[in-house]
T-cell receptor, first 109, second 112 residues
Framework: EDQVTQSPEALRLQEGESSSLNCSYT??????LFWYRQDPGKGPEFLFT???AGEEKEKERLKATLTKKESFLHITAPKPEDSATYLC??????????FGKGITLSVRP | GAGVSQSPSNKVTEKGKDVELRCDPI?????LYWYRQSLGQGLEFLIY????????KSGLPSDRFSAERTGGSVSTLTIQRTQQEDSAVYLC??????????FGPGTRLTVT
């Protein structure tokens, strides 16, 4: 059974204070690791897909990296508008995504 | 272009009643998914449609839950004889084949 564990559950940062969010996974035949951002009362918004260890993707202040066992979402110099819940998901041998419970990020001005 | 839309945005129903939730996927997306999100929990997979293939129903929690997709586009999730534990946000997503999934805003279901 595919499993995704995200840590920490919540993270509070000061504006400009860089940090990383962790996603550990076990999956049979990884066919993609996905990062989503979810704002309160809204559906998840797609951020990145990573397919193989060593791959990196960047978008503004966010950079996602992938190893064989985990993925990191690095946030550089965050701003209050980066506050959201960040979800990690994996797709294995079938086309279903298995999601972690998410990391709630709060960035104080 | 237009994203995934869902209706209603909120639904309050009495225990024991049936409800129907609607999803309009992104035009051209062949895959459609339903998930359930409860407070403090991750997204729980419910059902997956891919083109004309038989749907993957492996995530449906009981036989009170069913879904259909008409004409390869609009989908309806039906919950019969609702229970309080069915209260959650129901999310729909669509994708091109097995690509990235794009989510709708969700339907918040409250069973009283």
């Amino acid at each position: 059974e595919d499993q995704v564990t995200q840590s920490p559950e919540a993270l509070r940062l000061q504006e400009g204070e860089s940090s990383s969010l962790n996603c550990s996974y076990t999956v049979s035949g990884l066919r993609g690791l996905f990062w989503y951002r979810q704002d309160p009362g809204k559906g998840p918004e797609f951020l990145f897909t990573l397919y193989s260890a060593g791959e990196e993707k960047e978008k503004e202040r966010l950079k996602a990296t992938l190893t064989k066992k985990e993925s990191f979402l690095h946030i550089t110099a965050p701003k209050p508008e980066d506050s959201a819940t960040y979800l990690c998901a994996v797709r294995g041998a079938n086309s279903k995504l298995t999601f972690g419970k998410g990391i709630t990020l709060s960035v104080r001005p | 272009g237009a994203g995934v839309s869902q209706s209603p945005s909120n639904k309050v129903t009495e225990k024991g009643k049936d409800v129907e939730l609607r999803c309009d996927p992104i035009s051209g997306h062949t895959a459609l998914y339903w998930y359930r999100q409860s407070l403090g929990q991750g997204l729980e997979f419910l059902i997956y449609f891919q083109g004309n293939s038989a749907p993957d129903k492996s995530g449906l929690p009981s036989d009170r839950f069913s879904a259909e997709r008409t004409g390869g586009s609009v989908s309806t999730l039906t919950i019969q004889r609702t229970q309080q534990e069915d209260s959650a946000v129901y999310l729909c997503a669509s994708s091109l084949v097995a690509g990235e999934q794009y989510f709708g805003p969700g339907t918040r279901l409250t069973v009283t």
